[in-house]
């Protein structure tokens, strides 16, 4: 197993973090909590070339695979970057294997994709499942009948609002899940602001809707499109991560107190070595769970939903060490610090949690002892 960054996916992480350095991001994001627009970062994207990462270059895409969409969404963290990219990779890579017939705008992203995910059955539910609008309690994804007619609501999907078809998860009499490809005008989308005013969420109900259902589309591609975006979720974390490190290192530099940098005190010192120890942590399952979908396919589901809950945790204390180094201009509505903190309230609850993602990779890894116990008896 290498982890080596080849030359061309350093151009595409250099590029990406040149893209997004042309708009202040960070303070955007301080401007649409004081009332302000978000910025549309859609066609910075687009001239990225970041809405194929995941299509196939026959079809339009750029023919590449989850671990390079990490890289960029790893950029996009590092600058709270609202880039709806999030909940279109997952939707586009399942639209192409589906043989979607509008694969090539998606690719393009002239039409932007928006992935409606539901869980897979695990040890806490037995069939695929949503979040809820308010309650901890995920309820049961839409159901989809014979004519590909869709049904049903999901709440706090990301990337919803603004998107041109919804890639939805299903299922049909029975439990078996399928994806259906229903055009925006057809769903019914409610805007929602939580913690964090770059994501854009939106609550969707489907009252009906005619949509297709994506053909060879089936259990096993819609756990992997699950498992995709986990990692995409933890690559976002983990940039995230890397800018609360550099900021409380560069504070911690130059504030004095009593005639030193205060991070010449073992206090600090601590807090700023525990940043760094829980990014590299979730740096490595990222990077496994990058390997794993190109090279070891089953070992995706626990390689990327262990990314997923060390990434969160990482930025949950990241974001309030950073303020705590800081101390009280850290905690202030002028500082960027807060920002961080705000994203890491959002990112521990979308798609299930990092707690999820926690219980997910214990179930899977239990089930694995219990099979290994019963072949050796």
Known sequence: MNLELSDEQVFLRDAAKQALSRIDTIAAAREVLDGGERPDLWPTAVEA?????????????AGL?????????????????????????PASELLDKGGFDGIADVASGAARACFV???????????????????????????VDGSGAVTGEAAWVVDAPGADVFVVVAAREGGEPVAVAVPAGAATVEEVVRYDATRRLGHVRFDGAAGTVLDGVGAAEITRAW???QALVAAEAVGAVETCLEMAVQYAKERFTFGRPIGSYQAVKHQLVEMLRRLENARSLLYYAGWAH???????????????SAAGEALDHAARANISVHGGIGATWEHDAPLFFRRAQLTRRL????????????????????????SAA
Not at 49 to 61: N, Q
Not at 294 to 308: H, I, K, M, Y
């Open 227 to 229: 498992d995709v975006t």
């Open 351 to 374: 798609l299930g949690g990092h707690a999820g993602a926690t219980d997910r990779v214990a179930g899977e890894l239990l089930r694995r002892s219990r099979e290994r116990a019963g």
């Open 117 to 143: 995910a539901a869980a897979p059955p695990g040890d806490l539910d037995a069939g695929w499942t949503v979040e809820s609008r308010d309650s901890m309690a995920r309820a049961a994804a839409p159901a």
């Open 65 to 89: 695979g989850a671990f390079d969409a990490m890289l960029v969404m790893t950029e996009v963290g590092r600058r709270l970057a609202g880039v709806e990219l999030l909940g279109h990779l």
């Open 294 to 308: 190109e090279s070891g396919p089953d070992e995706l589901t626990v390689a990327a939903n262990a990314a997923r």
């Open 49 to 61: 070339g970041w809405p194929g990462l995941l299509v196939g270059e026959e079809r339009g895409g």
